[in-house]
């Protein structure tokens, strides 16, 4: 983009909570379900029909406030936000306009352990999801699932703080990692469970008055939120380079073309009409339950990302890889207790264990492999039973039968071999076996040990201990 611009970015992002039941009613908050399986009168908006406010979901929400540096409200209350949607039956949501239950808290955006900028939460407030539309345009008709009406949801809107697409993307990554780290939500925006419309504008540079924004939605990854962003800010700035203006308006983002598609006009905001909830008292927070809250609530992943570089000598890289998940920064120091070498149990959790979580489609708490399994691979390899690449073998052994290393090497007869009676016959093999290679060695060229080696390696099975096998086979050429 032209430095002549500024890009100006505010995300509205709706978490759903991750509650057993709904946030009026008693019904299963699950995803999957049958269509139109978990409902009830409350739900569903029937006539007679009240609701009774899940206290968990209240709690949730506290968690996430407070782990975002919010303000909460001693005194907030609940309104009707009237509009009609085919997914919404009551023809209005119980969500919170005036009096939300936080204001003015703030998130630091942090990059390879430097604090990029300081993003501005202007609210954050509980409400309920409404339902969901399916399409079936063979059959020209949509139907409606109101599994999802009723779950409990809080929106988080920053201020128009963030100034371009790949922040966007990286405040919303530290968010989803704030919400998986407190147990908020769990974050599955495949399900829906993390949601974020954008407004984006575009204003001279050095400039403090707002350009003209647009809002972006149906952005269902935070790769789509950043390419979708960088959509519109080359579409805004053709336009205001060519002296036209930007039309306020909301749209979607296409994935399949890769562009923003309008799906209204946005020059005036809607009536919602917004009045009290009359049926839900107002929420009054004393001090003491607020502080019951925030007791409980864990090491944020900022903080422990510093706390690893500080503690125990990691990278920004290697503590920001391992705090991106809390199940995996709880793995690394638990290995830790058993085996106090950080940058070791590092560079194998990182590289190795990584990988094969990877390759699994599996998080870390999700397999056997524990942290005296990894423990006690690590000190096989001090001691010289495992050479790395039978290591790796060990591991993913391991991995995948839940055995402790020790018993895989026991079974498999996969000890490394460094003792030289054993080895001294298939080294003499070898070097029988290779004239051209021992000859390469004896004129000058002695990278063709190499070759010398890999083949003791392969008749051993990789048992062999490389060192030792290298040592010994200088010893007969040289001897």
Not at 124 to 148: C, F, I, P, Q, T
Not at 263 to 290: A, C, Q, S
Not at 355 to 374: D, R
Not at 414 to 421: H, Y
Request: net charge negative; charged share 25%; glycine share 8%.
């Amino acid at each position: 983009m032209s430095p002549e611009y500024e890009v100006v970015i505010g995300l509205e992002t709706h978490v759903e909570l991750l509650t057993e039941s709904k946030i009026f009613c008693s019904c299963p908050n699950r995803f999957g379900e049958a269509p139109n399986t978990n409902v009830c009168p409350v739900c569903l908006g029937l006539p007679g029909s009240l609701p009774v406010f899940n206290k968990n979901a209240l709690e949730l929400a506290l968690r996430a406030a407070l782990a975002l540096n919010c303000t909460i409200s001693s005194y907030s209350k609940f309104d009707r936000k009237n509009y009609f949607y085919p997914d919404l039956p009551k023809a209005y949501q119980i969500s919170q306009y005036d009096m939300p239950l936080a204001r003015d808290g703030y998130l630091d955006l942090v990059k390879n352990g430097c604090l990029v900028r300081k993003v501005r939460i202007e609210r954050l407030h509980l409400e309920e999801d409404a339902g969901k539309l399916l399409h079936s345009y063979e059959e020209a008709r949509s139907y409606v699932d109101y599994n999802r009406c009723g779950v409990p949801l809080v929106e988080i809107v920053t201020a128009p703080d963030l100034r371009s697409p790949e922040e966007a993307r990286l405040f919303l990554e530290l968010l989803k990692k704030i919400l998986l780290y407190t147990g908020v939500s769990d974050c599955k925006m495949e399900e829906g469970s993390l949601r974020c419309d954008a407004n984006i504008s575009l204003r001279l540079a050095g400039s403090d008055t707002l350009g003209r924004k647009v809002e972006i939605k149906n952005m269902n990854s935070f790769k789509a939120v950043q390419r979708g962003l960088e959509y519109e800010v080359s579409r805004q700035e053709e336009i205001l380079r060519a002296g036209g203006q930007v039309v306020m308006e909301t749209t979607r983002w296409n994935e399949e073309r890769g562009i923003t598609i309008e799906m209204r006009g946005k020059e005036e905001e809607h009536d919602y009409r917004y009045f009290p909830e009359p049926d839900l008292p107002p929420m009054v927070l004393n001090g003491e339950f607020i502080g019951e809250i925030r007791s409980k609530l864990p090491e944020l992943p900022v903080q422990r990302c510093f706390r690893f570089t500080e503690e125990y000598g990691l990278t920004p890289y290697q503590a920001e890889i391992i705090t991106s998940s809390k199940n995996l920064a709880d793995f690394f120091e638990e290995t830790l207790e058993h085996y106090p070498q950080p940058q070791k149990v590092s560079n194998w959790l990182i590289g190795d264990v990584l990988g094969l979580l990877n390759s699994m489609g599996k998080e870390i708490n999700q397999v056997t492999f524990t942290p005296l399994h990894f423990s006690g691979l690590l000190k096989l390899l001090d001691t010289g039973t495992l050479s790395g690449r039978l290591a790796k073998d060990v591991l993913e052994e391991s991995f995948l039968t839940g055995k402790h290393p020790e018993e895989v090497v026991q079974e498999k007869g996969l000890a490394q071999i460094s003792d030289e009676q054993k080895l001294l016959p298939v080294i003499d093999d070898v070097i029988k076996g290779n004239p051209n290679a021992v000859s390469d060695y004896s004129g000058g060229n002695k990278k063709a040990i190499a070759f010398l080696v890999g083949q003791v390696m392969q008749r051993t099975r990789g048992q062999a201990n490389p060192q030792l096998v290298t040592g010994l086979l200088k010893k007969q050429l040289e001897g």
